[in-house]
């Protein structure tokens, strides 16, 4: 450890670490490159505004303003399917690095994934979602690092509240209701241990049958304005989750459920908001929760956020730069010919293990085993 002490600007480091790195040093080559053409050009241009910090911070809110009034104009709990399906398609369109995903899709989320009973086929999958925290022990614990990380998370919220223009008494109340909603939805949740036993997640209903345990929330609507296929088959994954989110809609008030939703969509967008929304966000999540104790640079986030959107132009570039005919022929994959007189490995030699010799290009090495 002392020899090799894990840098400021990470959680984790090791030999998968070096290689990305090596192959992000590449990647942000080619988007820096001038006169970027053909695919790539969406993809360095994506690039080049993530790094304009400048006008990130000029715009402030606005890029995000219509999102937030859209939250503001909801008036009473009878809107939500619509909003909600919005923000969740938001969600599921703009992945956010770093961020993980029960943090961007309030509530639950809906996807399509193999049939439990028949994995050739796929099927309508509602699981929990909407936890700003990990997992459901940093809402249940009661030892004293817990209890601490959950007043911090609190003091983060309303600080994030605050950026995104709520007084701070606003914010207090806010911070408050987004603690109480998420620990509400994660005290029902399972804990890791009970996930892991064989059939707990896996609850075969009907969309009536969906619709009967939150009677508050009208699912066709939602599944309407997610633009979704028609489906009468889904899986529930934790049912006692959609009990509890029920129990919030029939209870929590609209000025909560408001703030709740708008805590996460700032939050979901904060490394794109201005520079104060990034720095609280890695103070809280990083820093504070994980003891990551600098940002990693500007040009990483961003070139991972293009990597999300631009992944395949990106990708052929790579493949184009570190693989050009010239430094890396066929022949020499198919023969192992040499090179500056010297032996080279072919593709052969490097899938095989020690002890026979290569039969693609004679060389002591192994066959398959």
Not at 225 to 238: G, T
Request: glycine fraction near 6%; aromatic fraction near 8%; charge should be positive.
């Amino acid at each position: 450890m002392d020899a090799h002490p894990l840098p400021a600007d990470r959680q984790s480091f090791g030999r998968t670490n070096e290689i990305r790195d090596r192959n992000d040093v590449i990647l942000r080559r080619i988007l820096e490159r001038p006169r970027a053409g053909g695919d790539l050009r969406e993809a360095s241009n994506y690039y080049a505004a993530c790094m304009d910090t400048g006008a990130i911070n000029a715009k402030g809110l606005a890029p995000l303003r219509p999102e937030l009034d859209r939250i503001a104009a909801l008036t009473d709990k009878s809107g939500l399917p619509e909003l909600i399906a919005h923000l969740h398609m938001m969600a599921a369109s703009n992945p956010a690095s770093g961020i993980g995903a029960a943090s961007t899709f309030p509530f639950f989320q809906l996807v399509a994934r193999n049939d439990p009973a028949d994995a050739s086929h796929l099927i309508a999958l509602v699981r929990p979602q909407g936890l700003g925290l990990p997992d459901r022990d940093y809402y249940t614990k009661t030892d004293d690092r817990s209890v601490r990380l959950r007043a911090d998370y609190r003091v983060h919220v309303a600080r994030m509240l605050v950026l995104a223009g709520a007084t701070p008494a606003d914010a207090d109340s806010g911070a408050d209701a987004v603690l109480r909603i998420e620990t509400a939805l994660a005290t029902a949740r399972l804990d890791a241990t009970a996930q892991r036993v064989p059939g707990s997640t896996v609850h075969i209903a009907s969309v009536a049958d969906l619709q009967a345990l939150t009677p508050s929330f009208d699912w066709r609507r939602y599944v309407a304005a997610r633009h979704a296929p028609p489906f009468d088959r889904l899986n529930i994954s934790q049912p006692k989750v959609v009990e509890q989110f029920e129990l919030l809609l029939a209870g929590a008030a609209i000025g909560d459920i408001k703030q709740y939703l708008r805590w996460h969509l700032v939050h979901s967008a904060a490394a794109m908001l201005p520079k104060a929304f990034g720095d609280a966000d890695f103070e809280f999540f990083n820093r504070v929760l994980l003891g990551q104790q600098d940002q990693q640079p500007r040009w990483r986030l961003c070139l991972n956020q293009t990597d999300e959107f631009f992944g395949d132009a990106l990708g052929k570039a790579f493949v184009e730069e570190t693989f050009r005919p010239r430094s890396w022929p066929p022949s020499r994959i198919a023969s192992g010919i040499r090179t500056n007189g010297a032996p080279s490995k072919c593709f052969g030699c490097l899938v095989r293990t020690p002890s026979a010799t290569c039969s693609a290009c004679a060389t002591p090495k192994t066959r398959a085993t």
